[in-house]
């Protein structure tokens, strides 16, 4: 005698168990950003969104990561499997955040103007790259 199971049912289930296992469903990525945080990028599955956001020199951005995978934001070329992934302006420092766990979130400043073209170490292969354009302080 056969089963019929209906096909939500596996829905719910794949959203019991993200729940259970304290993914990108809840943490602090779902509150409000921080007050400091000029610009807020989501961490999809492979995707940095929006792609590119533009702040002033000083300003903050804030990732988040709202996937169940974990995420990394760095700028290091040294870092990168392929180097044109990654570039800084002359005089600023690379950043590299570390392993971010799903629902954690990560900010950096930007003292420096210019174009600063990001990847994750985990998902670069996959064309998970972004770019934060900083313009000078008014």
Same mark, same amino acid.
């Given at each position: 005698? +056969? #089963?019929?199971v209906?096909?939500?049912?596996?829905?719910? =289930?794949?959203?019991?168990?993200?729940?259970? /296992? $304290?993914?990108?469903?809840? $943490? =602090?990525? %779902? $509150?409000?950003?921080?007050?400091? /945080?000029?610009?807020?990028?989501?961490?999809?599955? +492979?995707?940095?969104?929006?792609?590119?956001?533009?702040? #002033?020199?000083?300003?903050?951005?804030?990732? #988040?990561?709202?996937?169940?995978?974990?995420?990394?934001?760095?700028?290091? @070329? =040294? /870092?990168?499997?392929?180097p044109?992934?990654?570039?800084?302006? !002359?005089?600023?420092?690379?950043? @590299?955040?570390?392993?971010? +766990?799903?629902?954690?979130?990560?900010? !950096?400043?930007?003292?420096?103007?210019?174009?600063? #073209?990001?990847?994750?170490? %985990? %998902?670069?292969?996959?064309?998970?790259?972004?770019?934060?354009?900083?313009?000078? /302080?008014?």
């Open positions: 005698m +056969s #089963r019929i209906h096909p939500l049912s596996y829905g719910f =289930r794949i959203l019991t168990v993200a729940s259970q /296992a $304290g993914c990108g469903l809840s $943490g =602090r990525t %779902h $509150g409000p950003p921080s007050p400091n /945080a000029s610009a807020v990028v989501d961490m999809g599955f +492979s995707s940095f969104q929006p792609e590119t956001v533009h702040i #002033r020199a000083g300003q903050t951005v804030e990732w #988040r990561n709202t996937s169940i995978v974990t995420h990394s934001v760095s700028d290091d @070329s =040294r /870092a990168a499997s392929k044109q992934d990654a570039s800084i302006p !002359a005089g600023a420092t690379p950043l @590299s955040s570390g392993d971010i +766990s799903a629902g954690d979130v990560f900010a !950096a400043s930007f003292p420096v103007p210019g174009p600063y #073209r990001y990847f994750c170490t %985990h %998902h670069e292969g996959e064309g998970m790259m972004g770019t934060v354009v900083v313009d000078p /302080a008014s």
